[in-house]
């Protein structure tokens, strides 16, 4: 069994402050983490993933991530907000029993304020 | 887009119809995915498949079935539509089924009347 958490349905930053998006998972096995960003009228692209290795993730955008096993979390940061960052990010979890599919969070919107 | 090309993008339609809705991808991958979209509940997993006539169910499966019968074609189908299928439906592909990441279409926005 696998679930996602995501603390916080709204985040406001403004222009050039940090961003950070909070994301809690729990999972059976061994989990996969990813982060997806959807912006209005389309569909989710990925902005990175963790599977195995090297805990902090570096994705698109000047997004990274990174997987604390012993908080069960994958928060998503950015140092500096952009404008065109704003946009609704998903962060999802799939176990790596081969036998599972992606679960994803509800969502948080981020609003970016000049 | 990755290849998916999702049909029709706009439907309303009445209580009780029946509704088909078409997914195409030119990547031949092997994973396809039906979601659905609702605000407050993210996106929630309907139905996928891991090829010609192989499907599974997800999450929410009640009210919808799907079929593939050819790599790049997978249908959902309400059989008969209720307004709590009012949703934004995505269907997405990927390489493998757990570490691969998903690829998105641009959605079906479906009213049901």
């Known amino acids: 069994a696998q679930s996602v958490t995501q603390l916080g349905s709204h985040v406001s930053v403004s222009e050039g402050a940090l961003v950070l998006l909070r994301c809690n998972y729990s999972?059976?096995?061994?989990?996969?983490l990813f982060w997806y960003v959807q912006y209005p009228n389309q569909g989710l692209q990925l902005l990175l993933k963790?599977?195995?290795?090297?805990?902090l993730v570096k994705g698109i955008n000047g997004f990274e991530a990174e997987f604390k096993k012993s908080e069960t979390s994958f928060h998503l940061t950015k140092p500096s907000a952009h404008m065109s960052d704003a946009a609704e990010y998903f962060c999802?979890?799939?176990?790596?029993?081969?036998?599972?599919?992606?679960?994803f969070g509800k969502g948080t919107m981020l609003l970016v304020s000049p | 887009d990755a290849g998916i090309t999702q049909s029709p993008r706009h439907k309303v339609t009445e209580t009780g119809t029946p509704v088909t809705l078409r997914c195409h991808q030119t990547?031949?991958?092997?994973?396809m995915y039906w979601y659905r979209q609702d605000p407050g509940h993210g996106l929630r997993l309907i139905h996928y498949?891991?090829?010609?006539?192989?499907?599974d169910k997800g999450e929410v499966s009640d009210g919808y079935s799907v079929s593939r019968s050819k790599t790049e074609d997978f249908l959902l189908t309400l059989e008969s539509a209720t307004s709590s299928q009012t949703s934004v439906y995505f269907c997405?592909?990927?390489?493998?089924?757990?570490?691969?990441?998903?690829?998105f279409g641009n959605g079906t926005r479906l009213t049901v009347t």
């Open positions: 997405a592909i990927s390489v493998d089924r757990d570490n691969s990441p998903l690829h």
């Open positions: 999972s059976s096995v061994p989990p996969y």
């Open positions: 963790y599977t195995t290795g090297a805990t």
């Open positions: 999802a979890v799939v176990g790596n029993s081969g036998y599972s599919t992606l679960t």
């Open positions: 990547e031949n991958h092997r994973y």
């Open positions: 498949s891991y090829g010609v006539k192989d499907t």
